[in-house]
């Protein structure tokens, strides 16, 4: 079964910093660009990041640049966030996403998992 | 960034009738373009991507069109399961979301 499991989230103080995780299974992890999208309480899906199969390629939203990182570690078929300098504003549920193909970064999103929550509150 | 606007916000329909749903774009994302399904509580699940080819698994009640800048996902023969929050998703200039329209039971 293909599968990804987010996992790392939690209550943070305002300027602490997170780091999350997200196992992948049941597919060539190192074939696929991989994706962090976010949501807020009640809000939409925002994207936060991606990262090309092997990590030549890596992108940030205006939101998150600066302050987020993404990685992955291909033979542990793991995708990273870590978080810096956390405000209020990134309190959200954070996704973890496979791209749809092999032949691009920015794709379609075929799987995701069930979403790890990041709470940011002193 | 492209940016994504959806409408209507809010769709009210009763089962058996047709959704359809538009999503247009700031500027052209050519057919870069999906369709994504959320239920409360649930992540996402795409539906339909490069504006118009079904993901796998996805009924064929589902169904999308459009390029460059204006998109359709329309849904006939409404099912109870089928009343949910629908997002677009661009994948020309890297990646953004539409704001999402709900579709509610009447």
């Known amino acids: 079964e293909v599968q990804l499991v987010e996992s790392g989230g939690g209550l943070v103080q305002p300027g602490k910093s997170l780091r999350l995780s997200c196992a992948a299974s049941?597919?060539?992890?190192?074939?696929?660009?991989m994706h962090w999208v976010r949501q807020a309480p009640g809000k939409g899906l925002e994207w936060v990041s991606s990262?090309?199969?092997?990590?030549?390629?890596?992108v940030y939203a205006d939101a998150v640049k600066g302050r987020f990182t993404i990685s992955r570690d291909n033979a542990k078929r793991s995708l990273y966030l870590e978080m810096n300098s956390l405000t209020t504003e990134d309190t959200a549920l954070f996704y973890c996403?496979?791209?749809?193909?092999?032949?691009?970064?920015?794709?379609?999103?075929?799987?995701w998992g069930q979403g790890t929550m990041v709470t940011v509150s002193s | 960034e492209i940016v994504l606007t959806q409408s209507p916000a809010t769709l009210s329909l009763s089962p058996g009738e047709t959704a359809t749903l538009s999503c247009r774009a700031s500027?052209?994302?050519?057919?870069?373009l999906a369709w994504y399904q959320q239920k409360p509580g649930r992540a996402p699940r795409l539906l339909i991507y490069?504006?118009?080819k079904r993901a796998t698994g996805i009924p064929a009640r589902f169904s999308g069109s459009g390029s460059r800048t204006d998109f359709t996902l329309t849904i006939t023969s409404l099912e109870p399961e089928d009343f949910a929050v629908y997002y677009c998703?661009?994948?020309?200039?890297?990646?953004?979301f539409g704001q999402g329209t709900r579709l509610e039971i009447k």
């Open positions: 996403a496979k791209g749809l193909t092999t032949v691009r970064t920015a794709d379609s999103l075929d799987i």
């Open positions: 490069d504006a118009s």
């Open positions: 049941g597919f060539t992890f190192d074939d696929y660009g």
């Open positions: 990262i090309s199969w092997n990590s030549a390629t890596i």
């Open positions: 998703q661009q994948r020309s200039d890297w990646i953004t």
């Open positions: 500027q052209s994302v050519i057919t870069y």
